[in-house]
């Protein structure tokens, strides 16, 4: 039943750990950097500043999530931008939400690295009834 829904096939050709993973931790740094605009007594806490990197780094960490599950292909390039833009959300932890940002951080840079690390299954050879049906098609 797995195999006519093509669930099994699309953990094959998707880091499917690494893209929850990323999409959790955005999330969470996008969470605290949008709580940061829209309560303003937790701006106080935060200058304006660290409210503009938590809003830049969870979209990026969103994108690089996004990208992995259109184009896993590319997954070494969208670990590195998932990585790379949760670097941020790290150092300027604790500012808005306190426990939060390194939450974001731990998810986001885990995804990251697994989807660099990540490489497809090799795909089952065709059975020889699936080779003859091809070739009389």
Do not use: N
């Amino acid at each position: 039943m797995q195999e006519e829904f093509g669930i099994s096939q699309s953990h094959r050709l998707k880091p499917v750990r690494a893209i929850l993973l990323s999409l959790a931790g955005g999330l969470v740094v996008l969470a605290s950097g949008l709580a940061g605009v829209y309560i303003p007594k937790l701006a106080v806490f935060a200058p304006a500043v660290l409210v503009a990197v938590g809003l830049i780094s969870g979209t990026l960490i969103l994108v690089g999530a996004l990208g992995l599950w259109m184009v896993p292909r590319r997954h070494m390039l969208w670990g590195l931008i998932v990585v790379l833009s949760s670097v941020p959300s790290l150092l300027i932890g604790g500012g808005l939400l306190g426990v939060l940002f390194p939450i974001g951080f731990m998810l986001s840079l885990v995804g990251g690295i697994l989807a660099i690390q990540w490489k497809p299954r090799p795909m089952a050879p065709p059975t020889l009834r699936a080779r003859r049906v091809a070739k009389t098609r």
